[in-house]
Structure formats: C-alpha cells, structure tokens
C-alpha cells in the first residue's frame, strides 16, 4: 500500500522539477495575471494539507485495494504523460496560467489537436489517478483543481480570441476545452 504513495509521490516530485526546469527556457510574459494568486495560494495550501495528512492512519478513504491501485496509477501516469506531451508541443509559448506571452503562437498540433488546455486536463487525470491509488480525500484537490484550471482557461481563450481573431474562433468550434468530445 505505502509503495503505491511513494511511487506517486517521487512521479510528483519529478514531474513539477521537471516543470521546474523547463520553466528557464520560455518566452518573455507580456503580461501576468494578478487575480489568480490568491487561488494558487490556497490550492498549494489545501494540497500540502493533503500530503500532510497522508501521515494519519486507519481513514476509511485510504486505498487498499490493489485494483484500485492499479487503475490509479495507470490513470495517474496517463495524465502526466498528457501533460509532457503538451508542454513539449507548446514549447517556449509555455507561461504560467492566464500570463500572455511576446510573440505568441497558437499551438494547435499534438495533443492540442483534441483539446485547447490538455496540460490542464493532464494535471487534472492525474490528480484523478491520485485519488483514486491513494486516497478519496484528494478528491478535494481535484474539484480545487478542476475549478482554478476552468477559471484559466475562460480567461486564456479570452486572451487567444483577441491576440488570433481570424484563427482562434475556428479552432475553437474545431476543439473541446479540456475533454475530448465532451467539454
């Protein structure tokens, strides 16, 4: 059981150094959004809760199911991997959430081919994956999560309509937001 949390744990840890690292090499922002900090601050606040509490024994949401487990960590690997393979094709136009970039490009192949934010429907399958290996409780994380990375791409999109006016609209009709065929 405890091999399943640190195997999910260390992925985490690698994946966000990684973000770490490839955040040197990206365009300069035009502009950063100021209104999401607040929310960032308190999703990082909840989620290290989350980590913290994973110390507490005997909770009924802890998984011990092996299937489960599996199914988390396939579904948590998924989303990671959605994630890398979006930042990949979105390269050096990769900003934080809602900043605006110099010289922007509308990235619309790989994975954006299927959805507009698939970094953010990445992070948020493999919080999903997380919940579902290690603990119900990270379900908190993951409407936290889902709610913020909804907010950012409202305003994104309102970014992308008035930067690409004449190919925004119809990659938009082309394309969900973060589900494929769905939302």
């Known amino acids: 059981m405890h091999v399943v949390d640190d195997v999910i744990l260390a992925a985490w840890i690698c994946f966000w150094a990684y973000w770490l690292v490839c955040s040197f090499n990206v365009k300069t922002a035009r502009t950063r959004s100021s209104g999401g900090i607040a929310i960032r601050v308190a999703l990082v606040l909840v ?21 489960l487990q599996g199914i988390g960590l396939a579904v948590f690997f998924s989303g990671l991997a959605l994630a890398v393979w979006a930042r990949l094709y979105l390269g050096r136009n990769w900003g934080t959430p809602m900043s605006q ?16 934010h698939p970094i953010y429907s990445g992070i948020i399958l493999a919080m999903v994956g997380t919940t579902i290996a290690v603990s119900w409780y990270w ?45």
């Open 139 to 183: 379900l908190a994380g993951v409407v936290l999560l889902g709610a913020y990375f909804t907010y950012s791409s409202i305003i994104e999109e309102r970014n992308l309509s008035a930067l690409f006016p004449a190919t925004f609209p119809d990659y938009k009709r082309s394309t969900k937001r973060m589900i494929p065929l769905i939302f």
């Open 47 to 67: 989620l290290l809760s989350l980590v913290r509490g994973r110390v507490i024994k005997g909770h009924a949401a802890t998984v011990s199911n092996p299937v």
């Open 101 to 116: 970039k110099v010289d922007p490009e509308l990235v619309t192949t790989g994975p954006y081919r299927f959805v507009r």
